[in-house]
């Protein structure tokens, strides 16, 4: 504001219109208005245009790419739940406030969405008259010759010895063949002398049709956040899972995710197994992963389908119905058995263990709760393959070719009792002490598939039976995902209209002029690409080609037909060969 | 031949293509030395003075005058046409050796796969297609003027390749295991060498667009004979056009297609896809800013440059700078990181 503050007038003030936003006079009822005052309508109105310029809509488009960086910095809640936590323990100070930003989920944001939102509206506002425009500009006819066709920039003129309407029918033809829409003209009435010809309206339509399918990917990446889910579970090898909410270890759903949608289907996973690179580059990783799971798509009640077989890869989800279910990784897990003091079996079966590294060099927990006389936990490692290097122990690869387990063992209360939820991935020591060997050195349990180890103390023993795989799968329903990709593909398809469809007008007017026909041919490039001076001089050659008795250095039809060497020769264009 | 041929057969290749590259370098650099010293109206003849002019595509042609007067610049002339051409011929050879070395790097692995499969491979490839679209355009856009360009940037970017990112061939990790890898990839790829070309136009452009607004009209030096800026600006609006599309075929249809089978997640914005977003949002800035006033021109430049340079980023610095990226093929195998039940 420019002015010094007044008072302010009262609400309701009738005003002039929004067009007095300059320094001008003040409206025109009765009350003085100050300048740049605007009722709320032309306000709204304002705004709106504003709103939907192209200049609002190019600063969102760099907002949304500036808004989109911190999620690339940040570690992302969404996309790596364990990497954030680490992330906040190690940055204390600066956790709340980028907290409060919505830094660790930036894409849920509201001030993301704020900005994509705008976008959207911009677009909406932007593209909505322009479909009017165009249904219009459909079904008009292609303007008529200017006057003076030779003042436009591309333009040439040529004489021939046939006659105007011979050149005009001749015209009519040759732009008709290249596809051009022809304006209509009374043979008698004014504008007869001249072709109008147009064409590359599907620039415009395929503009549309591009920012319009932008909206469809919209709302088919809303739909699979909203109302898809993503869950992950480990399933030892073996073992069999039940699609419901129970059945995953970690579950995130979309906000208006509904439990009834999810698919009755369950499977159990047969095997695992993966090629291990022993030599050459590459050597200890893995490839070929391989599960093999049978799987049945309707597992309650009684009119549960027959098992199918699948054989599960990365690259190759199994898609039950509208879920699918993905090989994402995999582990080891000991089979051990825990004999208490008793002699009693008081924990038995596989336990997955967790790869801390590449080699699958894993960590894990056994916890005995019901043993007898003390409560029994193992805390400690599982190397897939050991070997004993100048008295370190260390794990060669990750292929269970020498597996071995080597825990410290703990007694006492080992925290299952008070009821509350315990991870199986950790040992809360609190109320536990470490069993040690006589001579008062932690006891450490070392060892082999087949082999037992009593226990001091009398607690019993440790059997390592053997190691079975686990697989990590992903469980996915995303709704809404063919929708986005045929939105982007119609995007694509629109995008590549507007940018390779160019909208040309051409005009050629024919008259009598002396012995001979006096011709003049312009064309005018509406799409800011350019080479309309190319499509001249081939549309000249055309019209040309039959009757060339009176060719003029600079265009002939030779060069012309060769629309680069048209283009890297504009002698036809820009010059103005008759009326210079 | 054995594998390990093939990948020394590959190695010697890049070296070969990147040492014939600097030979074309020198090549140029003789051209434009000579070309230096001459007035534009000399040794530019077939180009017509309108070339700087909205319509025209050419600027510069090193091809002999055909009328001129003196012996002295003759001599000149004809040291330009010889080191020009033997400068695009070396080009050729160099393009030739770099093509080879992508075919071997490919026979190098076992089972035989397509050259892209990491970050290595990647920049070799990009600077291939570099290349082919700088001499699949030489005529068309009568690119001349960038030969100095391409033929400094291409051996450098090889060179930083051999040196930062080199690494022996390996089989593909399971992940990259898909026919997508073909389509995926070879569309990235194309989108990065023709945007590269492009952004090499949009700073030309800016340099003489700063140097028309200065009123600098010197008629000798190189700037003189890069093409006016209406014709750099479409040049590069031609290569941009180009290449947007390929990269969003490329970023938003077969890049979620494939994370969608491989990751289960068909966007999961990993810090690659978030830049590769980033990159895709500001060319199309770009192509809007062409076409909307108070943006077009200077700032539709900068805008190209500063996709450039996101494109870049997310090809390169993603992998460096953020640990976490799914497409950071330097770590194999899977790893788990499940959540605490």
Redesign the interface.
């Given at each position: 504001m420019s002015t010094p503050p007044r008072p302010s007038l009262p609400d309701g003030h009738a005003g002039g219109t929004a067009e007095d936003l300059s320094a001008g006079p003040a409206g025109t009822s009765g009350a003085p208005r100050r300048p740049g005052e605007l009722t709320p309508r032309e306000l709204l109105r304002w705004l709106w245009r504003q709103l939907t310029s192209m200049r609002t809509a190019l600063v969102l488009l760099l907002l949304l790419a500036l808004a989109a960086v911190p999620g690339s910095v940040v570690p992302q809640e969404g996309v790596d739940s364990l990497k954030t936590s680490n992330w906040k323990e190690e940055h204390p100070d600066l956790t709340p406030i980028y907290e409060r930003l919505g830094l660790f989920d930036v894409y849920d944001s509201p001030w993301f969405a704020a900005i994509y939102l705008l976008l959207f509206v911009s677009l909406v506002g932007c593209i909505i008259p322009r479909l009017g425009v165009y249904w219009r500009a459909l079904r008009a006819q292609p303007p008529a010759a200017p006057r003076n066709l030779t003042r436009l920039p591309d333009s040439t003129a040529y004489r021939t010895d046939a006659s105007a309407d011979e050149v005009l029918a001749r015209a009519r033809e040759v732009l008709r063949g290249r596809r051009y829409r022809l304006r209509r003209t009374d043979p008698a009435g004014p504008g007869a002398d001249a072709v109008s010809a147009e064409r590359g309206h599907l620039r415009e339509a395929g503009n549309l049709v591009f920012h319009l399918s932008l909206l469809v990917v919209l709302v088919g990446f809303a739909m699979g956040g909203l109302l898809g889910y993503r869950g992950g579970v480990i399933v030892i090898v073996g073992d069999s899972f039940s699609n419901g909410l129970t059945s995953y270890d970690d579950f995130a759903p979309g906000d208006l995710f509904d439990e009834t949608d999810m698919e009755p289907f369950c499977f159990t996973v047969e095997d695992f197994s993966a090629e291990w690179v022993m030599s050459g580059p590459g050597q200890g990783t893995a490839r070929g992963f391989r599960a093999p799971i049978s799987y049945r798509e309707d597992c309650a009640g009684t009119d549960a389908s027959e098992a199918k077989s699948y054989d599960l890869r990365v690259n190759h989800p199994l898609s039950i119905g509208d879920t699918d279910v993905f090989l994402i990784g995999h582990g080891y897990a000991p089979v051990v058995t825990i004999r208490d003091g008793e002699g009693n079996v008081a924990a038995g079966g596989p336990r997955v263990f967790l790869p801390q590294s590449q080699d699958f060099f894993s960590f894990g927990v056994i916890k005995a709760p019901d043993a007898k006389p003390g409560q029994i936990a193992l805390e400690g490692l599982f190397y897939p393959t050991f070997a004993n290097i100048d008295g370190d122990p260390v794990n060669i690869m990750g292929d269970d070719k020498n597996p071995l387990l080597s825990m410290s063992v703990y007694t006492g209360d080992i925290g299952l009792d008070n009821g509350s939820a315990q991870s199986v991935y950790a040992l809360d020591k609190t109320g536990t002490e470490q069993v040690m060997k006589a001579d008062g050195k932690p006891f450490r349990l070392d060892i082999a598939p087949g082999q037992t180890v009593r226990l001091p103390d009398g607690l019993g023993s440790v059997t390592f039976e053997r190691v079975v795989p686990w697989t990590r799968l992903q469980i996915s329903q995303t709704p809404g995902m063919k929708l986005a990709l045929g939105g982007v593909v119609l995007a694509l398809v629109g995008l590549l209209g507007s940018l390779f469809i160019r909208p040309r007008r051409v005009w050629v007017r024919a008259r009598a002029d002396g012995a001979g026909t006096l011709v003049e041919v312009a064309g005018l490039d509406r799409s800011g690409g350019g080479d309309v001076a190319a499509e001249l001089a081939e549309v000249v050659a055309a019209l040309r080609g039959t009757d060339d008795t009176t060719a003029r250095g600079g265009s002939g039809p030779s060069r012309a037909a060769d629309p680069d060497a048209a283009q890297a020769t504009p002698e036809a264009t820009g010059t103005n060969e008759e009326d210079a | 031949m054995s594998d390990q041929a093939w990948e020394t057969l590959s190695n010697q290749a890049v070296a070969a293509s990147g040492v014939v590259y600097f030979l074309a370098l020198l090549a140029h650099l003789v051209q434009w030395s000579v070309l230096r010293k001459l007035p534009v109206s000399v040794g530019a003849q077939s180009a017509?003075a309108?070339a700087a002019?909205?319509?025209?595509?050419?600027a510069v042609v090193t091809g002999p005058a055909t009328h001129t007067h003196t012996a002295e610049p003759r001599d000149d002339e004809q040291r330009i046409e010889l080191f020009g051409r033997l400068g695009l011929l070396l080009t050729g050879i160099a393009g030739l050796a770099h093509a080879l070395a992508l075919v071997a790097r490919g026979m190098a692995a076992d089972p035989n796969r397509v050259p892209w499969g990491n970050m290595y491979e990647f920049t070799v490839s990009g600077t291939f297609v570099v290349t082919v679209t700088y001499l699949v355009l030489y005529?068309?856009f009568?690119l001349a003027w960038m030969a100095p360009i391409v033929t400094f940037l291409v051996p450098s970017l090889l060179m930083a390749a051999v040196i930062w990112l080199h690494k022996?061939?390996?089989?593909?990790?399971?992940?990259l295991?898909?026919p997508w890898l073909v389509i995926h990839v070879v569309s990235a790829v194309i989108a990065t060498g023709a945007f590269t070309v492009g952004g090499i136009a949009s700073v030309l452009y800016l340099v003489q667009d700063r140097r028309l607004r200065k009123g600098e009209v010197s008629d000798r030096g190189y700037l003189a004979r890069v093409p006016g800026p209406a014709v750099l600006d479409?040049i590069a609006?031609?290569l941009h056009?180009f290449a947007?599309?390929v990269w969003?075929?490329a970023v938003?249809?077969t890049g979620?297609?494939w994370a969608?089978?491989?990751?289960?997640?068909?966007?999961?914005?990993?810090?690659k896809e978030?830049?590769a977003?980033?990159t895709w949002?500001?060319y199309?800035?770009y192509?809007?800013?062409?076409?909307?006033a108070?943006?077009k021109g200077r700032n539709a430049a900068i805008?190209a440059l500063v996709g450039l340079a996101?494109l870049w980023y997310s090809f390169i610095g993603?992998n460096f700078f953020?640990t976490?990226s799914q497409h950071s093929y330097a770590?194999?195998?899977?790893?788990?990181?499940?959540?605490?039940?």
């Open positions: - | 017509p309108a002019d909205a319509s025209g595509g050419v005529r068309r009568a022996p061939v390996t089989p593909l990790m399971d992940a295991e898909s479409r609006y031609r056009a947007f599309p969003t075929f938003l249809i979620p297609i969608h089978q491989a990751w289960s997640t068909y966007w999961n914005w990993d810090p978030v830049w977003f980033i949002v500001v199309a800035a192509l809007h800013a062409r076409s909307t108070g943006w805008l996101t993603v953020s976490t770590a194999p195998a899977v790893v788990v990181t499940p959540e605490a039940r």
